[in-house]
């Protein structure tokens, strides 16, 4: 018995001895197979940018690509915005370089909407679930924003909605503003188009004429009306009160984009699009011009494409004027030739590809010259862009600034500086200590509460439209004028 314990103890004891000479070299190895400083790397992430075709950013970490790389795109497109997994190999340099990239959800298409129409439908419940405001299924949720403050929505009403287009075509809802139709006062000037009894057509609004509009002066298709009235659930105003007077002769000035002639020989009407236009005002402006229209053509000739600077007065202060036009060039200097104009223009960005970018719905295609500074790309973060326009809607970018995109909803106080025209630029200055002045667009869909004047305290709602511009949804009067 003696024995077999014995023989048992030197068997144990050689086996420890054995494995005390391989654990130093076991845990020398490591427990991976791959040589040292060229680990395996396995993680998830969102891609957030794609410099070039061999080099991603995923989840801030820096992926490279080769010709050995397998990207599966069997669940989506491998887009900015997608989730992956990638399967790769740890670099010196911290990045890794992958040997599979594998889609696990498509990019979340979220772009922005901002629409107004009356409200068709609410859910059974409540406020919260799925609206219908005209043709569109509007979810609203806890993070929706209602104005103003307490209101109860029902139908007939006129919602203001901001948010967001979701992948099945319903829209995200960030703010609401509620417009009661009878309650919704606006005002707003233009040429009077047509004249009827009961319907006029100005600045292309149906404006219905009751027993009870007030009408001063004698209207006259051309002149200008000053509007004002209650908005309906059409977008008709239903006037209260309407001032006829003689338009401004003072001559406008503008550099545009020639896009179309009727024809070549005058008169004619130009279409030509500003290049400091919005998309709250008409892309592009309907010329007459004439054989008394002065063209200096002596830097090339004024064909579409052509950059020009137009000198011209509202059409009726001129007999020569085109029925489509709203006016009547005296001059027209062409300063570039047809295309390959430099412009700069800024916006959301929409879309990030290799070569080119979506800003603001315009193709910016990206070169090996291209200059990008500010903030890593990412879409929904702003752009200014430089460069030469190639076509209408495609630009060559030279410079690139990537900022951070303002809040899609302002709602402050201040004091009116400066006063145009509706629709048009009202500068206002908010309260505080910062000196800043904002230019906020008024449209004829502005609720205006009580007189504003300029030097009135007000309150502001305004909006971020795809531009950057902001605009009045909401513009109330606090008192006359400042102390």
Request: charge should be negative; hydrophobic fraction near 45%.
């Amino acid at each position: 018995m003696e024995r077999k314990l014995t023989r048992c103890l030197s068997v144990m004891v050689a086996i420890v001895a054995v494995l005390a000479l391989l654990v130093p070299t076991a845990l020398a190895e490591g427990p991976s197979p791959e040589p040292p400083g060229d680990p395996s790397v396995t993680f998830v992430g969102v891609i957030q940018a794609k410099h070039s075709a061999t080099e991603w950013v995923v989840s801030g970490v820096t992926v490279r690509l080769n010709a050995q790389t397998v990207v599966n795109e069997q669940a989506g497109p491998a887009d900015v915005g997608a989730t992956v997994q990638v399967v790769g190999v740890r670099q010196p340099d911290r990045s890794v370089l992958a040997r599979v990239i594998k889609v696990l959800r498509p990019p979340i298409q979220l772009r922005p909407v901002h629409f107004a129409a009356p409200i068709v439908a609410l859910p059974p419940d409540g406020v919260l679930g799925e609206w219908t405001v005209g043709t569109e299924t509007v979810v609203v949720s806890d993070k929706t924003r209602l104005l103003p403050d307490g209101v109860v929505p029902a139908v007939g009403d006129i919602a203001d909605v901001t948010g967001f287009r979701t992948s099945d075509g319903k829209v995200d809802a960030r703010l609401i503003l509620i417009r009661r139709p009878s309650q919704v006062e606006v005002e707003f000037l233009g040429p009077i188009q047509s004249i009827g009894e009961t319907e006029w057509t100005v600045r292309n609004v149906r404006v219905i004429i009751t027993a009870t509009t007030e009408i001063i002066g004698t209207p006259q298709v051309g002149l200008i009306a000053e509007v004002k009235g209650f908005l309906q659930p059409d977008r008709s105003v239903v006037a209260t009160r309407i001032r006829v007077r003689e338009p401004q002769s003072e001559p406008v000035s503008f550099q545009g984009i020639i896009v179309s002639k009727s024809g070549e020989e005058l008169p004619a009407v130009w279409g030509i699009r500003p290049l400091t236009s919005t998309d709250l005002l008409p892309s592009v402006i309907s010329v007459t011009v004439t054989v008394s229209t002065t063209i200096d053509e002596t830097k090339g000739p004024a064909d579409v494409g052509a950059l020009v600077h137009v000198v011209a007065v509202p059409v009726s202060v001129s007999s020569a004027a085109d029925a489509n036009a709203v006016l009547v060039a005296q001059r027209i200097k062409v300063l570039r030739p047809p295309l390959n104009q430099e412009i700069t223009f800024a916006g959301r960005i929409d879309e990030i590809h290799d070569d080119y970018w979506i800003v603001r719905g315009i193709r910016v295609l990206i070169t090996p010259e291209t200059v990008i500074d500010g903030l890593p790309p990412a879409v929904g973060l702003m752009a200014e862009v430089t460069g030469t326009l190639r076509t209408e809607r495609v630009v060559e970018a030279r410079h690139i600034t990537v900022r951070q995109a303002e809040p899609d909803v302002m709602d402050f106080t201040g004091r009116v500086v400066r006063k145009s025209p509706i629709p048009g630029i009202w500068q206002i200055a908010p309260d505080g200590t910062l000196p800043v002045i904002y230019d906020i667009w008024v449209t004829p869909w502005t609720v205006i509460v009580g007189p504003v004047e300029v030097g009135s305290h007000v309150r502001v709602i305004a909006i971020r439209s795809v531009s950057g511009h902001m605009v009045a949804l909401k513009i109330e009067a606090i008192r006359a004028t400042t102390e």
